[in-house]
Nanobody
Framework: VQLVESGGGVVQAGESLRLSCAAS????????IGWFRQVPGKEREGVAC????????YYSDSVRGRFTISRDETKHTVFLQMNGLKVDDTAMYYC???????????????????????WGEGTQVTVTS
């Protein structure tokens, strides 16, 4: 199993970044996919998730309207388009493949599920004022 993330960097507030997460080594079609972020001293937060079945999406209140999650089935890749970045978006961003067919649960809201999550290694996003 391998998840390779890319696209992080340092940008100014108001600018955009696009994160990518390429998956290999497992049947990713059986997994919902999410982007999480974490800053030192805080819990990892699910900000955008997409279901594996109907492609339904979930966004946290902090990013809704600015971030868009999508996937490219042919390339086994999931993307996070981040527009209108704010200083508060500064964090390490991780992709996660969760063995559940629900975008809300995959983002850490709702009931438990069983199975193994797969996580990327993280990519740093820094937004300056």
């Amino acid at each position: 199993v391998q998840l390779v993330e890319s696209g992080g960097g340092v940008v100014q507030a108001g600018e955009s970044l696009r994160l990518s997460c390429a998956a290999s080594g497992f049947n990713y079609r059986e997994y919902a996919i999410g982007w999480f972020r974490q800053v030192p001293g805080k819990e990892r937060e699910g900000v955008a998730c997409i279901a594996n079945g109907d492609g339904a999406t979930y966004y946290s209140d902090s990013v809704r309207g600015r971030f868009t999650i999508s996937r490219d089935e042919t390339k086994h890749t999931v993307f996070l388009q981040m527009n209108g970045l704010k200083v508060d978006d500064t964090a390490m961003y991780y992709c996660k493949f969760a063995p559940v067919d629900n975008e809300v649960i995959a983002c850490g809201r709702g009931g438990p599920y069983y199975g193994t999550d797969y996580w990327g290694e993280g990519t740093q996003v820094t937004v300056t004022s």
